[in-house]
Each structure stands twice: as C-alpha cells, then as structure tokens.
C-alpha cells in the first residue's frame, strides 16, 4: 500500500510539531522549516494528481483497518485538485507573510502548518467523522490565525467567528451521532450503499440528519443567512492570512458536493434536500455579496465580499450538480481562489505603501511602483469581474450554460451577469482611486523577494489557466465524470467483497 495519500497531511502536521517544539528559535529557521514542508506537501500532491489522472482511486487505510470501520482517506480526481489548490495558495501565503506579518505574534508558521494539514485532510477524507475531525484542525488554527498581530478589530471579529463555529461543530457532532445512530456508518461510500435502504421508520431522522449536516457546511461556506460574519472576519486578518482563508470556504462547498452525488444519489431518506431552497439562498448571497462590494471601504473587504459571490456561485451549480454543472463549477473554482487571494495580498502590499491611508478607497496619491502594482491589479480585477479573455470569464461562461433549468436558468443568467457588472463598476473605480490620481505618488519601495514572488505567482494563475483552458477544462470533465460515477468510487473503498454488518442503535 502505498502511503502517498497521506503526505500531504503529515508533511505540515510533523513539521508544526517539530516547530512548536523547538519554540522560540530564529525567524529564519522557522521560515525554513515551513516553507520546506510546503513544497514538499505540494510536490506530494503533484504525484497524487499523476496518479489519479490515470483514472484510478488511491485508497490510503491507517493502521490497514478496512473500511467502513477504519480510518480512509481518498484520492479521486476531484481530491487530488482540491489538494493541489490547497497547496497553491498556501505557498503565496505563506511567502506574503515573511515581509513581516509572521513576526507580529507567535507559532504563526506552526499554526499556518496546522491550516494547511487540516485544510488537506478536509479534501482527502472519505468518512464524515473524521472531516469533523480535520474541520476542528483547521478551525483551531484558524482561530489563532485571525488575531495574530493583535488589534481590537481581529479580538472582536475572531470572538464572533470562534463563537459561530463553535455552534456550527456542535451541529456537526449532533448530525454525525445521528447518522451513525441509524445507518450505522460514516464512510461516505458505505453511506452510499446504506441510504436507499433506509427503513420507513427511520426516514424522517435521517433526513433531519442530513438537513442539519447539510447547514453546516452552508455555514462553513458562508452562504446566506450564514452569510454576514466572512467580511468583517476575512477584512481583518492580515493579507497572508485572509488569502488562505479564500480558501476554506471552499471545504463546505466541496463537501456537500461530494455527499450530495455519492451518497444522496436516489435515497428517498435525502430527496428534494437541495431544491428549491439551496439555489434561492445562493442567488442571495451573490446579490449580498454584490451590495457588499459596493458598500466596502477597504480593497480587503472587496475581496472579502468577492468570497462571498464565489459561494453563491459555487453553490447554485452544486443544486443542480448534474455532470455538466459539476464540470464548470470544477473549472472556476481554481480560479476564484486563487484569484481572489491575490487580490488580499495585493490590499496588504497596497496598505503597506500608502501610510496612514493603508488599503482604504479614498482619494491620495498614486502608490510607488504603478506598473508592476497597477498592472497586477489589472489582471486581478479583469479575472474576478469574469471578463474576456481570462479564466474567470471562461469559469463564468460554462457555468451559465451548465448550471440551473427552466426558470432558474433565466435567474442564473440576470443575477451572474449584473453581479459581475457590479463587480466591474467598483473595481474600476478603485482602480482610479489608488493608481490614477495625479497628486504626487508615494515614493517607490522596493518589493521584498517573498511577497513580491506571492503577488506574481497568484497574478499569474488567470493568464496561466486561459492559455491551457483546454486540458484544465478536460481535467474538470474527467473530475466530474468520475464523482458522478460512483460504483468505482464505493468499489475502490469497500472491495467487491460481502456486505458488512453494522452496528445499529438500541
């Protein structure tokens, strides 16, 4: 058995540990450290995508306990993307914050490590008590994460988001007891055998099971009502910070994706759980998300409203998570993440040269250094305003032909596109604000190497992804093929052998 599955979890895990033990050596050491285990968690990564691009399903049992009962983690197609899009924007991150910010507070590498293994472990699992369990991981450091550097602004947001997860992982725990309780499995292949044979009596616990689980990783997601905590959250902590958060919204996402087609499938315990009421509050929350923007007074608020229209968007394509709609959203998410997160580190590099005027849209002068900045911007917001040529007009496109029916497509298509003529709107009005002002310019600063090198990897990523939207969209088919497949996904888990008996409640 090979034990690569698991490289991307332990690589950062064993490299926290060995920092927190060391404490407090030289800065350098601990940069070290860190960005090795990221590159090397990152190569790990690369291997699983090679793997799994061969069409087979790698299937990694600690302690060799076959599954359902022992620990599995997974590694489809869809698996190994979300593992490398962990990765990609982790490196950035973590490069952004050796300007300074990692210095603000301490174990900030250990804890950023902890992040990214918990983040990997969210992708990678393929039992639904153990996400809880890489959810708490990354929640934990998270928590730290947010009000590293102080400040009474990231105190009073990491108080209301500590206090939203905390009930979110209470309802997590409820909703897993319950499955258990009546399936008597949480391996996500096992629930897809166990769910059509729900028993009539058991019918209603189950569904409320699944609806409470199904709010959770809503909640992870930020999606209307859930929606109001991610601004003021994600705005507040620093820009290294907030561009890995991009991405941990996507762990709800990607989660109810996966248990909606693998173990929903034509359970009547789980049908209709969706719709009509998942796209309605998605739509709501790309037009909440847009109101944001346009209400926001910092270019991170921006941003952060902008993961706010990605959830939505993400969201309405996993209601109608046909495989045509799976591949689009598949294709967009990449770029929206990593989009999105370089459009926070951007705002903290913007902060760092305008002084007291920091990432704030009001006029002063130009920043320093307008090309290389003013042209990073301009890729950035031509890819989130999803205009042609970019990445992001191609996501946008196929999820407009892919995702919603009948009426619902009508919506779709008047609430995407007049969301991203919002979008275009503010961002270029802030473009004027920071880079055309004729006032004199802020003198010029040198870039340091790291963040200088972060900004270019993410501004980089929109090009990069158009030039090849062929095979990155042909990998998008095939990850979706694959997920919506299912019996090779529960073979590659179970075995072909006999059924299994399960434990059932008293």
Do not use: C
């Amino acid at each position: 058995m090979s034990h690569l599955p698991i490289l991307p979890i332990l690589i950062p895990f064993v490299a926290a540990a060995l920092l927190l033990l060391l404490g407090r050596t030289a800065a350098p050491f601990h940069r070290t450290v860190a960005m090795g285990a990221m590159l090397l968690g990152a190569a790990s990564t690369l291997a699983l995508a090679s793997e799994a691009g061969t069409g087979a399903i790698s299937v990694y049992a600690l302690g060799n306990w076959r599954a359902p009962f022992g620990i599995v983690l997974v590694v489809d197609r869809l698996a190994a993307t979300m593992a490398m899009l962990v990765y990609a924007i982790a490196i950035p991150a973590l490069l952004m914050a050796t300007g300074g910010t990692d210095r603000l507070g301490r174990h900030f590498h250990a804890l950023f490590l902890l992040q990214v293994a918990g983040l990997s472990g969210a992708f990678l699992t393929g039992d639904l008590f153990n996400l809880f369990v890489f959810f708490e991981i990354l929640l934990l450091a998270s928590y730290a994460l947010l009000v590293h550097g102080g400040g009474a602004q990231r105190a009073q947001s990491g108080m209301a988001y500590v206090i939203l997860n905390l009930v979110g992982s209470t309802l997590f725990l409820v909703a897993v007891a319950f499955i258990y309780g009546t399936l008597g499995t949480l391996n996500m292949a096992d629930i897809a055998i166990v769910l059509p044979n729900v028993p009539a009596g058991d019918l209603a616990l189950v569904r409320t099971a699944f609806a409470i689980l199904a709010a959770v990783f809503l909640l992870k997601a930020a999606v209307l009502p859930m929606a109001f905590w991610l601004p003021h959250v994600y705005s507040a902590a620093t820009p290294a910070v907030g561009a890995l958060f991009a991405i941990m919204t996507k762990v709800g996402i990607v989660s109810l994706l996966r248990l909606s087609v693998i173990g929903f499938g034509t359970a009547k315990a789980t049908q209709g759980l969706l719709l009509p009421w998942l796209p309605v509050l998605a739509l709501a929350t790309i037009a909440l998300g847009t109101v944001g923007v346009f209400a926001a007074k910092r270019l991170a608020t921006i941003a952060a409203n902008l993961v706010l229209i990605s959830s939505g968007t993400l969201l309405f394509a996993v209601a109608f998570a046909d495989g045509t709609a799976t591949a689009a959203l598949l294709y967009y998410l990449p770029h929206t993440t990593l989009a999105t997160g370089g459009l926070f580190l951007l705002s903290g590099l913007l902060a760092e040269r305008r002084g007291e005027l920091g990432d704030r849209l009001v006029r002063g002068p130009s920043v320093g250094n307008r090309a290389m900045i003013g042209g990073a911007f301009a890729v950035l917001a031509v890819g989130l305003a999803a205009l042609p040529p970019l990445s992001g007009f191609l996501g946008k496109l196929m999820l407009l032909q892919g995702a919603g029916s009948g009426a619902w497509k009508t919506i779709w298509w008047g609430t995407l596109l007049l969301s991203g003529l919002g979008v275009t709107l503010v961002l270029s009005r802030s473009a004027s604000l920071l880079f055309w002002q004729p006032e004199t310019p802020f003198p010029s600063r040198p870039f340091g190497f790291g963040p200088g090198l972060a900004l270019v990897l993410l501004v980089v990523v929109g090009p990069a992804l158009t030039i090849g939207a062929a095979p990155v969209a042909g990998w998008a088919r095939a990850a979706s093929e694959q997920l919506h497949a299912r019996d090779p996904y529960v073979s590659a888990v179970l075995g072909d052998g006999p059924d299994t008996e399960r434990e059932r409640r008293p």
